[in-house]
Every structure is written in structure tokens, then in C-alpha cells.
């Protein structure tokens, strides 16, 4: 089948590639002319396992291209909107700027029975106030929301674990619906779970997935904060109440919190979209959700300057990490650089190392020390801060090996990643998150 993907980022780049590789010939359009080309030449612009040799066998068979000519968009049979849906600049709200652009840019190009598939993270609503544009064209609208994770975004977008469509009433809706599981025919054949839902729903489910999984780490962050005053340890607290399957042990993993492009935007974003249909308060929670996800960070700064005697002034620190999580070069609002740039507000010598995130980081904090070597990076050190849990990090380093480079005895375990009694054992003070 044809297809268009609308908006090259994380979302589009990732999925035109897979959409190719599932035998799809697919165009992706972007405004981002730098963007296109890297494409264009097969060349990943953000780290994302898998996602180069996709391109690369996508662009090289001809079954995948890349332009900034939105007319090549005609002739597709469906039309995935996937740009980006931003924090507004001084408000909680999301940005539309880029969704809407892209829907007018489409208009002209639009054919009856086309389907634009709605991709990008919006405000419940947004679908019907878009479908009054595009269905004058005789084309459809369907939200089709994506649930990829950065790190395993590949792996999400061939073998998802549900689909969802939301479409609206309509004539056309069982040939709609058809369509897009041809799209996702490999997905399909495997017996995936595929909702078909109203737009509303669609819209919804997204974030309300999302707000459960903030929901759910600030849950364990906020145990964790009570632990903290009772000697309790969140990580065997964790364990305790993850075997009840209902409960379940996965996003219990308390530490820095969240951070990224997606969760600490959208429930924000959730409760300001809540607050204009009058229902702030049904989610009023998630103000709290974010507000023990930010003290989390905090905390982390606290005990850094509490292990190393009360003030981090001239004190050399290294952070193992930059990217909000593993697997990633993405450091948008990354809790890992938050403590960085606050611990070198007090006047520590800050020296940050990270597999993949390293050119990023320093773009947007020039003034912290990059190491890219780890080892090189640990020699010396005062304290070492675990904020992103590569396995480089949490499975590789072991304490006696960071004994043999560090000056300091000092361990702050912001993921609670490692094994405080071997770190002890070998001599360090161990301080985790929630944990005694
Ligand atoms: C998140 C969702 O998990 C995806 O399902 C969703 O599609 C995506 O947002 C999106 O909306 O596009 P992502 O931002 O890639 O995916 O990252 P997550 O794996 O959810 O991790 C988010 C943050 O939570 C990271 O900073 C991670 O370190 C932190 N986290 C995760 C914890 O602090 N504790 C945990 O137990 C799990």
C-alpha cells in the first residue's frame, strides 16, 4: 500500500521505516530539510537500536524515500500525521501548532477515500475539530495512537501489543477499519489485539496510558519518600507488592523519576486539557504526580550533598548518565542532566559521561565536563551519581574496579540500580533512593 508519513521525528522517522519494512512503500515529509537528507541517506538522526538497518534496507530497495515536498503525499491510500505536539512555551497545554500545519499542508493533496491517520499525542477533541477540514476533501480521519517506547521503538511499531483505530460512524467505517488492518497486516497475522473505538476514545487512551505510568513511577517515588523517614527500602517494598499481578512489578523502579519527550509533557497537558472541559479535577492527581516526580530530583541533590558533608563546593562529581533513560541519546527533560546542572549550580566540579547521549548533552549544557571514556571519566571523582541505569553502568561497574579509579568512597545510586551491600562491602558509602 501507499503511504505518507507526516512529520519525520522519533515518531514518523520510526515508524515510515518499519511501515517499509512490513512492504509498504512509503513516503516520509518533513519541513526539516537537514532531517530529509540524513533520511534520504539511510542515516538514523537519533539513536534508536535496529532503526538504521530498517533505513538503510528501506531506503536501498526503493520501498522508502524522504522529501519536504508535501505534494508527494498524493496518490498515498493513508496519510499518518506523526509530528510532535510540544509543551507550550509559558503553559501546560500542547502545542498544535504542528499538527494543524501539517493537516492544511495536506489539504490540497487529499483525495476522496484517503485516510489521514492521526499518530501524534493530542488533547481529547482535536480529531473531531480536524475532521471538519479534511472531510470536505472526501477523505477520512482516523486516531491511530502509538504506544512506542524510545529505546524499543522498532521492536513497538512491527510487533505492537495493541492497535488502536478510532473511527468515526459512518458508511465508510468497516472499509476504514479494513484498510488500516492491512496496513498492519504483519501485526494483524499475529493475533494482536486491534480496538476499534470512537475518536474520543482514541484520543483518550493514549494518555491515559501515559498518565497511569507516571502515576504509577510517582507511586513508588512517593514510598519512596516515606521509606526515607522510617528505614523502610523501596526496592524490597517493590519486589513485595509487584508479585501481586494485579499490581504488577514493572514502572515500580523508583529513583530520579521520569523524564523524556513524552510522560512529563502529557500529563501535564492531560490535566490543562481537563481543566478546560471543567473537569480539572478529575485529574488533579497528576499535578501531585509531577510534583514527587520533580522532588525526586531534589532528593538526589540532597543526598549528594549530604554524603559528601554538607556542601558539594569544589568537589569533583561524575554522573553516569545524561539521557532520560537507557538505550536513548534523547535528554529531553532528562532528570539525569537536571541533577547535573543543579549539583554545578553549588559549585561541584561536574563531570557527565553517557554511551549515546554525550553530543546532545552538551548542545544544551556547554558548561558541565563531557568524558566520553567511562573509566576516565570516574578517575578522580569526589562522589559518583547513577542517573541513567546503562547496563555499562549497572551491570558492568563493579565497586571494586571504580575503587581502583575514584578518590572519594562515595556512591549515590539514583536509580537504585546497583547492589548496595557489594558497593559497601567494597568500602563505599552507598546511598540509594528509598532505600536504607
Ligand atoms: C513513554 C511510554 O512508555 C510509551 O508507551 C509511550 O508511547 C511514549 O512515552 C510516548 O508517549 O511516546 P518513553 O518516553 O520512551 O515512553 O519512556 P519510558 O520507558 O516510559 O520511560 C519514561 C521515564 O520514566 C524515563 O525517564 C525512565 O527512566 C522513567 N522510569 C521508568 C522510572 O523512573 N521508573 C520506572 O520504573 C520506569
Not at 54 to 60: H, I, P
Not at 305 to 320: I, N
Amino acid at each position: 500500500m501507499r503511504l505518507t508519513v507526516i512529520g519525520c521525528g522519533y515518531l514518523g522517522a520510526v515508524h515510515a521505516a518499519a511501515m517499509a519494512s512490513i512492504g509498504h512503500e512509503v513516503v516520509g515529509i518533513d519541513v526539516d530539510e537537514g532531517k530529509v537528507e540524513s533520511l534520504s541517506r539511510g542515516e538514523a538522526p537519533f539513536f534508536e537500536p535496529d532503526l538504521q538497518e530498517l533505513l538503510t534496507a528501506g531506503v536501498d530497495s526503493g520501498a522508502l524515500r524522504f522529501t519536504t515536498d508535501i505534494a508527494a503525499a498524493r496518490g498515498a491510500r493513508v496519510h499518518f500525521i506523526a509530528v510532535g505536539t510540544p509543551q507550550q512555551q509559558g503553559g501546560y497545554a500542547a502545542d498544535l501548532t504542528y499538527v494543524d500545519a501539517a493537516v492544511e499542508a495536506l489539504l490540497p493533496h487529499l483525495a476522496p477515500g484517503d485516510i489521514v491517520a492521526g499518530k501524534s499525542t493530542v488533547p481529547v477533541g482535536t480529531a473531531a475539530r480536524l475532521a471538519e477540514l479534511i472531510e470536505p476533501t472526501g477523505a477520512v480521519l482516523v486516531w491511530n495512537p502509538e504506544f512506542l517506547r524510545e529505546g524499543w521503538a522498532v521492536k513497538d511499531t512491527v510487533e505492537p501489543d495493541r492497535l488502536v483505530v478510532g473511527v468515526a460512524d459512518g458508511p465508510d467505517a468497516g472499509t476504514v477499519v479494513e484498510t488500516m488492518k492491512a496496513v498492519y497486516h504483519t501485526a494483524v497475522a499475529a493475533d494482536t489485539p486491534f480496538l476499534v473505538t470512537d475518536w474520543a476514545t482514541a484520543e483518550l487512551v493514549k494518555v491515559a496510558a501515559n498518565a497511569f505510568l507516571a502515576t504509577k513511577i510517582s507511586f513508588i517515588n512517593a514510598m519512596a519518600e516515606i521509606a526515607e523517614v522510617t528505614g523502610a527500602d523501596v526496592t524490597q517494598l517493590a519486589d513485595a507488592i509487584g508479585h501481586d499481578a494485579r499490581i504488577g512489578r514493572r514502572f515500580l523502579g523508583a529513583g530520579i523519576g521520569f523524564g523524556g519527550g513524552c510522560l512529563p509533557k502529557d500529563i501535564r497537558a492531560f490535566a490543562a486539557r481537563a481543566e478546560e472541559l471543567g473537569r480539572g479535577e478529575s485529574v488533579g492527581f497528576l499535578r501531585e504526580v509531577d510534583a514527587i516526580n520533580l522532588r525526586r530530583r531534589d532528593r538526589a541533590v540532597e543526598l549528594v550533598v549530604e554524603s559528601l558533608g554538607g556542601s558539594v563546593y569544589e568537589k569533583r562529581v561524575t554522573l553516569l548518565g545524561a539521557a532520560f533513560k537507557p538505550h536513548s541519546d534523547d535528554i529531553r527533560d532528562s532528570p539525569a542532566l537536571d541533577v547535573a546542572v543543579r549539583l554545578r549550580g553549588l559549585g561541584a566540579s561536574v563531570t557527565v559521561t553517557d554511551p549515546a547521549a554525550i553530543d546532545n548533552a552538551r548542545r544544551l549544557h556547554p558548561q558541565l565536563n563531557y568524558v566520553e571514556d567511562r573509566d576516565e571519566a570516574l578517575r578522580g571523582a569526589d562522589a559518583i551519581v547513577l542517573v541513567t541505569e546503562w547496563d555499562e553502568y549497572r551491570r558492568e561497574l563493579t565497586p571494586e574496579h571504580t575503587a581502583t579509579l575514584t578518590d572519594g568512597r562515595v556512591v549515590v545510586d539514583g536509580r537504585n540500580g546497583w547492589d548496595a551491600a557489594a558497593w559497601r562491602a567494597a568500602g563505599f558509602a552507598y546511598h540509594g533512593m528509598g532505600r536504607r
